[in-house]
């Protein structure tokens, strides 16, 4: 958590200023004692009622200064904490934008969203109430004993028997509370995962009648979490309780020796009065900070989740060679190439080695998990090698630098993700400065372009959060349309004619091979129909390529990819029957 403080830098002066003008309410607030003692002693005693006017006033005077010290501390710190969270929220999404897949698959998605958004919630408020209130108590609590000692020794001792007793109470409690509200937020990251898993696959979960498994699931997920929190609750929940009974034990005592000092003529009623009103100052100083503590504890065990994120460094090194100047042999290559996800699981890939040609197609099938993604993937640098090289245009992809290397290679992921916008927003993600007819000619390729256009909005239309006002054949079109907006010279379609009629997925690929600029194409697919014309078609199996060659030549070569051929193609008989 200290290591974030550092964002506090550019706030120097709300951060000091915050502070300052509370031990400026503190100083008006220890005065009021006194100024009691006087209108009491002075005033009501001597039946001064001159004293009494002027005492009064003084007491108000003291009050509209404290408030008006009280408005401006609160002021320079909320400003202080708002620009605190801010800056490291901006830092923190920049630095997960610099994670590779690997790294954000490792943290989760519903983790980091957890970081940025309740624990930095929490942090910010812990901000603003330290900034206000970490000097205002303690300043409040000594100073209250220091005055205690000028209205009488023997009297203050009391305070200083308390003061030690209430704090060692008190940070006693805050330690045992901050590993168990760090367990806290882990488990809230669990019970976040189970509800926008729920959320998201809703239809799923009413199509299979699972919605009452899911909610014992959730329950029980939820009730860990609840118990948990009670457990902290009952301890931290003391703090208020003890306090008081410590301080009301100290009051009863300071108010009975307090008599017999009075009746002795040792002290006056108003220097009573005056302690009394410093202890029951320190009862809620302490009460204050009783709830600074605890709120402190959940800001120090949120700040470490969100630093712990920052010391997530990148297993990738970005490189620095800029593009090759000169035109290579192979666009694609790839030389004994063998990638696992994690150190402890097994190879996802084993020993691939290929080239693809400038301008080549090149078809990838397999069976579900043999790995057709994750080699694709290998391309753009989305993850990195185990063992072997990944080469683009000849250069190692390791020594592009990111920018460079996603100029050259544009991807249509397995699942299409479109955002909130119009049309021409999410396309020109391709390319910023597309114009529309740049834009309609990628809709007119990827065969997107008749249903836009019979939009009453055509290009404006807005899209939904996620495209869920569009259907997946209509996504997957407008994300293929995207990429090829990019006009790089390396295009992967990973498996984004899934949703797609057969009508439709051959006119797409006509379309393809017919454009002016002719790019090295990879489609991922289960089809053999989309990938039968590609001049290379590579066969996967269980990580491992087990054929290579053009459709007519692995029918006669390949045994997997001859199985997948005739058991699509009958089906595919069947449907035109």
Known sequence: MKKLLRYLKNYKKESILGPLFKLVEVVFELTVPLVMASLIDDGIGKKDYSHIVTMFGVLVLLGVLGLTSAVTAQFF?????????????????????????????????????????????????????VLRLLLRSPFVVFGSMIMAFTIDVK???????????????IFGIMLWCIPRFRLVQEHLDAVL???????????????????ENEIEEFNDINETLTSLQKHVGRVSVLMNP????????????????????????????????????????????LIKLANLIINMTKCIACGNRIQSVFEVKSSM????????????????????????????????????????????????????????????????????????????????????AYETLRSKVSVCLQKSVLFRGTIRENMQWGRKNATDEEILEALTIAQAKDFVMEKKEGLDFVVA???????????????????LLQQCEVLILDDTSSALDYATDAALRKALREMEKRITLFV??????????????????????????????????????????????????QNER
């Open 317 to 400: 090194v970005e490189g620095s060679s800029a593009s090759n100047e000169v035109a290579h042999e192979y666009m694609v290559e790839m030389r004994d190439v063998s990638f696992k996800y994690s150190e402890t699981s097994g190879e996802v890939l084993e020993h691939i080695s290929f080239t693809a040609k400038p301008g080549q197609v090149i078809g990838i099938i397999g069976g579900t998990g043999s790995g057709k993604s994750s080699l694709v993937h290998l391309i753009p640098r989305y993850y990195d090698v185990t063992n072997g090289q990944v080469l683009v245009d000849g250069v190692d992809v390791k020594e592009y």
């Open 155 to 169: 009297a203050a001792l009391i305070f200083v028997v308390t003061i030690p007793v209430l704090t060692a109470v």
């Open 242 to 285: 003890v306090t008081y009974i410590i301080i009301n034990c100290a009051i009863a005592y300071l108010i009975w020796t307090g008599a017999i000092e009075v009746s002795k003529g040792i002290l006056t009623q108003g220097m009573v009065i005056a302690l009394y009103n410093y202890m029951s100052q320190i009862l809620v100083e």
């Open 193 to 211: 995962s189970k509800t926008r898993e729920n959320l998201t696959g809703a239809r799923v979960l009413r199509a299979f009648c699972k919605e």
């Open 465 to 483: 959060q996620d495209g869920k006002n569009l259907s997946g054949g209509q996504k997957q079109r407008l994300t293929i349309a995207r990429a």
């Open 77 to 129: 710190a909320a400003k202080a904490a708002a620009g605190f969270a801010k800056d490291v929220k901006h830092d923190l999404f920049a630095h997960i934008q610099t994670l590779s897949f690997a790294e954000i698959d490792k943290l989760g998605t519903d983790s980091l969203i957890t970081r940025m958004t309740s624990d930095m919630n929490q942090v910010q408020t812990g901000v603003n109430m």
């Open 524 to 573: 991922v697919s289960q089809r053999t129909s989309s990938i039968q014309h590609a001049d290379c078609i590579l066969v996967l199996d269980d990580g491992n390529l087990v054929g290579k060659g053009t459709h007519e030549e692995l029918l006669k070569q390949c045994e997997i990819y001859r199985e997948i051929h005739e058991s699509q193609y009958k089906k595919e008989a």
